[in-house]
């Protein structure tokens, strides 16, 4: 079963515009991950956030993790055109095993 | 070079017939692991191998087997393929350590099940 849910399904923006995508899971965590897809191609990692931190950087990456609420949020500032991905969130429910659990995403349209 | 490949990159095969997609990974990784995606279902786990004597069920193994060669190596097969498996086939490698770490994806398989 999912255990990442990926809010919203999907998003369109302008470029130059913030796009921030929501995740909501339902156990504990040791991390969550954030991966993105392009159109048919394989997942790409982007960054990974521990159980025991709030935000995290990464370029135009932000990712916020809140451990009481079981949510996170990813925000690309001043998206591009080619940014336009999937983009899926995944935690491991606990386990410390290496199994990944994925939502099923949100489909990202940046329009030039 | 691509640290994770997989063959066929596309195949189109017919009820019924068995089928094997695999990868290799020059990553050096011990844990490899095969998804399935389908449109609007995310990735969902097949199989999953931690070293080469090992091997677990994920979500969905029903109707699926896997083989860990080697290391480097970790093929699933379709015993008989019918067609709700028509999906996209991905298959991953990470590093065996204390906590879940970053998975690195091959391009995908792209199955047809006529």
Redesign the interface.
Known sequence: SQQGEEDPQALSIQEGENATMNCSYKTSINNLQWYRQNSGRGLVHLILIRSNEREKHSGRLRVTLDTSKKSSSLLITASRAADTASYFCATDRGSTLGRLYFGRGTQLTVWP | DAD?TQTPRNRITKTGKRIMLECSQTKGHD?M?W?RQDP??????IY?S?DVKDINK??ISDGYSVSRQAQAKFSLSLESAIPNQTA?Y?C?T?A?????????????T?LTVL
């Open positions: 994770v844990r692991y998804y609007g279902l995310g990735l969902r786990l999953y931690f994920g979500e996209l991905f991953a990470s065996m350590g204390i906590s879940t770490d970053t998975q690195y994806f091959g391009p995908g792209r």
